[in-house]
């Protein structure tokens, strides 16, 4: 069974950094492309950042281009969110999720396989 599952969410102070970890089971991890997502209360769930199967083609939402950074290590079976100068604003709920296209960015339909998420919440 296909499973994918986040860890790393907290609280955080604005301006602080925190990497978020997904590992990928039960499937094989690098014949998908990946993507974040997240969904702040009341909002719908949004696109963050994506990457290819092996890694080398990212893209980015223009909301957290520059702050996050996305990688993965198909060894490891993980992808990784690395969010730098956080902001009230980013507090939600992280979702990693596996798309069955190879060539980010990545929408929701693309996505086969969703995570369970891990909450972010940024605040003083």
């Known amino acids: 069974q296909a499973r994918l599952v986040e860890s790393g969410g907290r609280l955080v102070q604005p301006g602080e950094s925190l990497r978020l970890e997904c590992v990928a089971s039960?499937?094989?991890?690098?014949?998908?492309?990946m993507s974040w997502f997240r969904q702040a209360p009341g909002k719908e769930r949004e696109p963050l950042a994506h990457i290819s199967r092996a890694g080398g083609g990212t893209s980015y939402e223009d909301s957290v281009r520059g702050r996050f950074r996305i990688s993965r290590d198909n060894v490891k079976n993980t992808l990784y969110l690395q969010l730098n100068a956080l902001r009230p604003e980013d507090t939600a709920v992280y979702y990693c999720a596996a798309a069955n296209n190879g060539s980010p960015p990545f929408t929701q339909g693309d996505i086969t396989i969703w995570g369970q998420g891990t909450q972010v919440t940024v605040s003083s």
């Open positions: 039960g499937y094989n991890f690098r014949q998908y492309g």
